[in-house]
């Protein structure tokens, strides 16, 4: 079991809105662990992404959270109070934990008012309608508010299953892979608006994804969950350029994989002596991305690496090249002023040191 320890989310209130320890959850008798010894503790007003690939348990953890399902062992804490632990079992409607189901799950029969007003009936009525006009004028939503929910298109439905959880003023809000089922072009600017909310709200939000740039784009902190379990956590900047293992280098996006000897702050690979991000001897495997590597033509140096052009990639404000280098290919990234063509020659150089990954 991975442990961590998350040093980077200080910017945050340094207490603790949700804290998971030491969480196992099996099926089938005990005979398929889906989570193995989980920990994870997001502090109040962070917007703290779970990003893993199908089967990782993500969903799993979210249901435990939300007291929907029960763990074989572990402690839950909400607001440092336990709401799952030994001979402890707050039901889930006591939590004070909104849900946002993957597939919003909306109330048929009811308008769009009427399904963000449900969660309300504990509060006097007066409250309650300025609190549904509140939650609809941040969403965009006062237009629709008659409007029944299979009139409504993905993201106008995500909209609502948002406004309903946020509606109750909950401790801690979870959304499980609140994007997927909506087109390409409005995922994005749906996502963007709803993480405005949240942040404007100060909600803390646990989201599962198992899409990369959608945690990328939208966490504070992300903590990336495999089925070895929670392999690193950190900003999206730190676990993208500073990946701790091999898993994460490749799964947050394309990379360069590099075996290599290092000395000290060095290291010496098929492209030449590299800088590294910290001080170790010996063997290793670097991690560099496309985008800190660039290319440059050949000088009359006999200790240049020389490598050729194979494919060039045009994507408008920016062009990927491969290039194989003694048989091993390499990912360039570079802006679209960089003009070489395949079967060029070229030199690869690093503008930002390579990544020691753990071992």
């Known amino acids: 079991m991975i442990r961590y320890q998350n040093r980077e989310i200080n910017k945050f209130k340094t207490i603790s809105a949700l804290e998971a ?92 008012r009427s399904n963000i007003d449900f969660g309300l009936r504990q509060m006097e009525s007066a409250r309650r309608a300025d609190r549904v006009a509140e939650v609809m004028d941040l969403l965009d939503l006062t237009d629709l508010a008659t409007r029944m929910p299979h009139s409504l298109s993905g993201g106008e439905q995500q909209r609502v299953a948002v406004a309903r959880s946020i509606a109750p003023f909950p401790r801690v809000l979870l959304m499980d892979e609140p994007f997927s089922s909506l087109d390409a072009s409005l995922r994005q600017e749906t996502r963007h608006q709803i993480r405005r909310v949240l942040k404007n709200q100060d909600i803390t939000t646990i989201l599962v994804t198992h899409d990369q740039e959608e945690a990328l784009s939208v966490a504070d902190t992300i903590a990336i969950l495999s089925r070895n379990g929670i392999e690193q956590v950190g900003t999206p900047e730190s676990v993208y350029y500073r990946p701790a293992s091999e898993f994460v280098a490749r799964f947050l996006g394309r990379t360069n994989l590099i075996e290599s000897v290092s000395h000290g702050n060095t290291a010496t690979t098929k492209i030449g002596v590299l800088s590294i991000d910290r001080q170790v001897t010996g063997n290793v495997v670097l991690s560099i991305r496309p985008e800190h590597l660039s290319l440059r033509k050949p000088g009359s140096s006999a200790s240049e690496v020389v490598g050729r052009v194979v494919t060039r990639e045009f994507k408008g404000h920016d062009i990927t090249f491969e290039v194989m280098v003694d048989s091993t290919p390499f990912l360039v990234h570079t802006d679209n002023q960089v003009q070489f063509s395949p079967g060029d020659e070229v030199v690869v150089y690093a503008v930002q040191p390579a990544v020691v990954l753990n071992s």
């Not at 989570?35 to 703290?48: H, S």
């Not at 779970?50 to 953890?61: E, F, Y």
């Open 21 to 112: 320890h030491n969480l196992v959850k099996s099926y089938n008798r005990g005979a398929d662990r889906v989570l193995d010894g989980i920990d994870i503790v997001v502090p109040e007003g962070c917007l703290f992404s779970v990003l893993g690939s199908s089967g990782c348990g993500k969903t799993t953890l979210l249901r435990l959270l939300a007291g929907l399902d029960t763990p074989d062992s572990g402690t839950i804490l909400v607001d440092g109070k336990v709401v799952t632990g030994p001979g402890t079992f707050v039901p889930p409607e006591e939590r004070n934990i909104g849900y946002v189901f993957q597939e919003f799950a909306l109330f048929p029969h009811l308008d769009v």
